[in-house]
């Protein structure tokens, strides 16, 4: 993507991004192994709870009488609603039925989608590391006075990216079928999970409009670096509660 290399005196126009990367790789790298062995010990535990889980919901139904089987938790999500309710757009498909079996269907897709929503969680977290790199040193540069077009132009082909990330990542947990069994009452790590979102859906959505008013105020620089900040920040805690 970059071009580093020289040619006689000329110098790429991305090399102050190239020193401002290489300069903190290292602490790039470390992130990076941390969160990957994070969430490989979290997917094998993961993966050992829910088969223990879809066994014994299996041997409930089949203690069961067939019309007393509670095929869908209380409190649902409204876009699980609109999807996975009783009459949401998906019972219209023979496949979705809302029987006991085909809800053992829907469950290994909730599964595999929040697999999914966790791998897109971390590649949107290491864009945020990315990006804050780069926007850090495009802001340094703004106040003393110094700009680089190019420099810019990176910053928000990465920004580009991680919107992509986040809101895919978004989706696949909102529009994931629902889980079998309704919450426990009290704290857990899923709460303060979906609580932390609501603070990093809205310091993203900020972030977006506040960049977009950047050309005609630049003043609003110091707000757009802080909701970027907070978004980053409250995402990262998000991803931290679900994993201890």
Known sequence: MFNIGT????????????NCLISNFCIMKILVMIVFLVTLVSFQSKAQKDTTATIDLLGEMNKTAPEKIKLLPDKILFTQRIFWGEKGLMRT???????????????KVRRTMLVAHQIMGMVTLGGMVAEGIVGAKLYNQQQNGTFDHNLKQTHEAIASVVNVTYFSTAALSLFAPPKMLNERKGYSSIKLHRGLAIIHLSAMIATNVLAGMLEGNPNLKPYHRAAAYTAFGAFAASMIVIKF
């Open 7 to 18: 040619f006689g005196h000329y110098q790429s126009p991305y090399q102050p991004l190239f």
């Open 93 to 107: 498909f023979d496949a979705f039925e809302l029987t006991p079996e085909k809800r053992q269907k829907e469950l």
